[in-house]
């Protein structure tokens, strides 16, 4: 190794596509300081990825040997902080979800542009990855469904982790009639972990979710675990009976916590009344890249789509400088 290769950043790549791993390798050498150290197989892959300290480890899924799971589960088991991308042919989301759960820090679908890795890579080895908990004050989100929190406070929630606080997802139910119970808390864990939050997913039932002792002890028992500063939840100004439930355990539940804002959600009404606009410009794109993942095939999810994140943003900006906000309630503010 010269004097120049100690400069570089060491990554290594397990792919077994040759030609994919050439332009990846020509891709990340041309754009950095990087220096890029290839393997075919995931027992190579993985043999290597416990062997020395990787700036990064970049895998594919689908491997001979062994997959890119176990790539993920060595790297992580002895180098916890090295940030680990997984990409994959396949397009369904469970591929995601599972690379997600092993520990990946980011995970890409083929194909993609050279951008989107090294943009990516740059901000892991830069920030050290999701292994690189804040250690600030706890903020948790309470969604009756998967997606709720993200859509209602996503940016809100991508300001406190820049702050360098935690933020803890508490999704009560595992969906609703549009899609397996599997898929979608599949998507919720990964959508948590992409925006750099912790994922806590109850299996109270969809469409029933009572105001209740079960529903507030669920969220108490949370609130007791991580004692968060900051709780947003459902706003009692909406037409889905699970989002108000929701949000009157909340209110029982966290009875002690100095903060507790309402976020808007798609069924809320017109009596939604807000008085604090959170400014979420530079982390609309984040959102909705985050928001992407609910992709559930049997769901009708129109307000999922980018343009209508950025028409409900700019709604709401008209009442804060015409920025970019996701509009609170506030219920109290001690913060």
């Known amino acids: 190794m010269t004097d120049d290769d100690k400069d570089l950043l060491q990554i290594l790549l397990v792919e077994d596509s040759i030609d994919q791993a050439i332009l990846m390798t020509r891709w990340l050498e041309v754009s950095g300081p990087y220096q890029v150290t290839h393997s075919q197989d995931g027992v190579r892959g993985a043999a290597l990825a416990q062997e020395r300290r990787w700036a990064a480890v970049v895998t594919d899924l689908n491997l001979p040997g062994s997959d890119g799971l176990e790539v993920i589960r060595a790297s992580k088991a002895i180098h916890p902080d090295t940030p680990v991308i997984a990409v994959t042919a396949y397009s369904d989301q469970s591929y995601a979800a599972a690379a997600i759960r092993e520990g990946a820090d980011s995970f890409f679908a083929k194909p993609f542009q050279q951008e989107t890795l090294t943009a990516k890579l740059e901000e892991l080895i830069r920030t050290g990855g999701t292994a690189h908990g804040s250690q600030g004050p706890t903020v948790l989100a309470v969604g009756a ?29 595992q969906g609703e009639d549009d899609g397996s119970a599997s898929l979608r808390t599949g998507e919720a864990e990964l959508s948590a972990r992409l925006m750099g939050a912790k994922a806590v997913l109850s299996d109270l039932p969809a469409l029933a979710v009572a105001e209740g002792d079960e529903t507030v002890e669920v969220i108490e028992r949370v609130v007791d675990a991580f004692e968060p500063e900051v709780i947003y939840t459902h706003s009692p100004h909406d037409s889905h009976s699970d989002h108000r439930n929701a949000y009157r355990a909340t209110i029982m539940a966290a009875r002690e916590a100095p903060t507790l804002y309402c976020y808007q ?48 943003a700019v709604f709401w900006g008209r009442f804060a400088g015409y920025g970019r906000v996701e509009p609170m309630e506030v219920v109290r503010s001690g913060r």
């Open 145 to 173: 469904h998967p997606d709720d929190v993200e859509n209602g406070c996503g940016g809100a929630l991508l300001r406190h982790l820049d702050m360098g606080d935690r933020v803890v997802i508490l999704t009560l139910t």
């Open 265 to 312: 959600s798609t069924s809320s009404t017109t009596e939604f009344k807000p008085t604090l606009f959170v400014e979420v410009t530079e982390y609309l794109e984040k959102k909705k890249e985050i928001l992407s993942v609910y992709q559930t095939p049997e769901a009708n999810r129109p307000y999922l789509k980018p343009s209508f994140i950025d028409a409900c």
